[in-house]
């Protein structure tokens, strides 16, 4: 049983829009109370659905990932241009943000009186994430976290860069040992992967009425309106996420790959479309996995690592929006960020991108730690909160199109090496 193509994107296309439509009507008409308390649920419900099948199987697809590439060194090359490929987007997405921050200067034009309601609006809000990011371990702790103490307490928690490392060294030491005791191990989790693949397909079904359900509470709750006062903000973002998909993304599928674009996108449309309504890519990423298998031809070998990886450490959306974010703050304090600030932008949001967790809202705490870099006021989060939550869904799926675009990308440089050793 494979997942719909067309009849599933237009499914959850068709519950996206009657969400946003019911979520404008319920703003206007007062009854936000009914969606957030009768309707929210049903999004809620999609969303832990899909969470519950993230850790077996991410850890279970890993695994057997990494031990079916059989040699150490194969783990090694695949692994490198993986890790190389989301770096070097994640950088350049931010350098297309800093540039468009920098040529439009959105924080120019918040008047005075808007920018004191916001900061008085959402300043409570600001005060816990800043406290929550300043909380968080130095840099050389961060890397000594990803060792799991206890791996099952790692995966009962969630704590997905654990979990890849403990799945990575697992599936290397099976393809250390003979293969008649690694054999039956594999077998094991090949059946766990499948289970996990079948239980997608089941909560699939469901899918148009979470998406509805999650639009609608998300729209009704903060109301179009919220992007009023932040429009240019907000546009500079979103214009910089279609650009990076468009340069970066296209070009790189066009040079690596034969797949045609109109393909690659019409391919991953049901992953986008989850990605957009949940604002994760943890949460997409069962389904993402299943796209890049099913309709782009990535074999499970490359996806089955890849896109686990992806799910993890590329960010690309969220570091695009996050060097708009510390530009925009600036303009709004009266700062010029100097050459040396900016670049050390693209550094900090670069490497606080990795390891960032794939779920809502978590851009906000990883901004947090960009601003504090570069001297930014921290309290100028509290002029962004209002729309993160919107943008939050066009950067999450701008993330999963970037896992997908590098799942293709090393699929055809590995079977372009193939045949040339053939």
Known sequence: MKLPKIE???KILIGLILGVIVGIIGNKIGIV?????????????????????????VFASLLIGTASLDDVRKLGRIGGKTVFFYLCTTAFAIIIGLFLANLMKPGEGLSKETQEQLLVNYGNEAALKIDSALNKPSLGNTILNIIPKNPIKSMADGAMLQI?????????ALTLIPKDKS????????????AMIQIVHIIMIFAPYGVFALIAAIIGE??????????KYSFVVIIGLVLHIIITYTTLI????NIKLRDFFKGIRPAQLIAFSSSSSSAALPVTME?????????????????????TINMDGTALYQGVAAVFIAQVFGMDLTISQQLTIVLTATLASIGAAGVPGVGMITLTMVLKTV???????????????????????????????????????EKKRINNEQ
């Open 8 to 10: 599933l994107y237009t």
């Open 375 to 413: 001297g930014i006021p921290l309290e100028g989060i509290a002029l962004i909160l209002g729309v993160d939550r919107i943008l939050d869904m066009c950067r999450s799926m701008v993330n999963i199109t970037g896992d997908s675009t590098c799942a293709v990308v090393i699929a055809s440089m």
């Open 254 to 257: 066009k040079i690596f790959t």
């Open 33 to 57: 109370p009914f969606l957030v308390v009768y309707v929210k649920p049903f999004g809620t419900a999609f969303i832990r659905l899909i969470s519950m099948i993230v850790v077996p199987l």
């Open 164 to 172: 890849i490392f403990f799945a990575l060294i697992f599936g290397i």
């Open 183 to 194: 054999g039956p191990v594999i077998q094991f989790f090949e059946g766990v992967n499948e």
């Open 291 to 311: 796209c890049a298998e099913n309709n782009l031809g990535v074999s499970k070998e490359v996806s089955s690592f890849i896109l686990p990886l992806g799910a």
């Open 222 to 231: 903060f109301g179009i309106g919220i992007l009023g006062p932040l429009l």
